[in-house]
């Protein structure tokens, strides 16, 4: 069983920051890729950034600039650290792990975690 703990969610002013953390813990051998995506009211779920077990991180057009990923490897933790945020941040963000265990891939998503920009 896996566990995901996100947090960091909250209200915030337009031009602000915020920092979402996401833990791991559980069944997990290794997880080799893990990420940040978002779904807002009526629309689709959609990639906000990630990043692979080497460091290598892959950016929504919508990111760069603003948002950078990190993780800890030691801690099962990635991270997303937002600044500048916009009213079109808002969101629900979800963290999502790909990971093995017993020889054979999962993905798991956490439960999200809201991020509200609004003055």
């Known amino acids: 069983q896996v566990q995901l703990v996100e947090s960091g969610g909250g209200l915030v002013q337009p031009g602000g920051s915020l920092r979402l953390s996401c833990a791991a813990s559980?069944?997990?051998?290794?997880?080799?890729?893990m990420g940040w995506y978002r779904q807002a009211p009526g629309t689709q779920r959609e990639l906000v950034a990630t990043i692979t077990s080497s460091g290598a991180t892959n950016y929504a057009d919508s990111a760069k600039g603003r948002f950078t990923i990190s993780r800890d490897n030691a801690k099962n933790t990635v991270y997303l650290q937002m600044n500048s945020l916009k009213p079109e941040d808002t969101a629900v963000y979800y963290c999502t792990i790909d990971y093995v265990v017993y020889g054979l891939d999962h993905s798991y998503w956490g439960q999200g975690t809201q991020v509200t920009v609004s003055s």
């Open positions: 559980g069944s997990i051998f290794r997880i080799y890729a």
